[in-house]
């Protein structure tokens, strides 16, 4: 089994920042690419951002410029840095890791969220 647990949420004002982080626990052998997807009350899932195991990048464009994603693989750990965030980055924030197992099989897990809200 695989565990996804995110951290860091809150309530913040506009402008200001949050770093959410998501730790993986179980029978891992390795993690693949890592990711954070977000969904607003009366919204489909979105992707926020996603990290390969080597490092490489891609950000949905909403978000380019003001978050950064990154990944610990020593501690299994992804990252998200949103800095000037906006009341339209609220959102429940969901971390994604694609884990091989210790069984070499390549489950596809999901946390249960974290939730961000960003007024004034």
């Known amino acids: 089994q695989v565990q996804l647990v995110e951290s860091g949420g809150g309530l913040v004002q506009p402008g200001g920042s949050l770093r959410l982080s998501c730790v993986v626990s179980?029978?891992?052998?390795?993690?693949?690419?890592m990711g954070w997807y977000r969904q607003a009350p009366g919204k489909q899932r979105e992707l926020v951002a996603t990290?390969?195991?080597?490092?490489?990048?891609k950000y949905a464009d909403s978000v380019k410029g003001r978050f950064t994603i990154s990944r610990n693989n020593a501690n299994n750990t992804v990252y998200l840095q949103m800095n000037s965030l906006k009341p339209e980055d609220t959102a429940v924030y969901l971390c994604?890791?694609?884990?091989?197992?210790?069984?070499?099989?390549?489950?596809?897990?999901w946390g249960r969220g974290t939730q961000v809200t960003v007024s004034s």
């Open positions: 994604n890791a694609d884990v091989v197992t210790i069984v070499r099989v390549i489950v596809s897990s």
């Open positions: 990290i390969t195991s080597g490092g490489s990048t």
């Open positions: 179980g029978s891992i052998f390795s993690i693949n690419d």
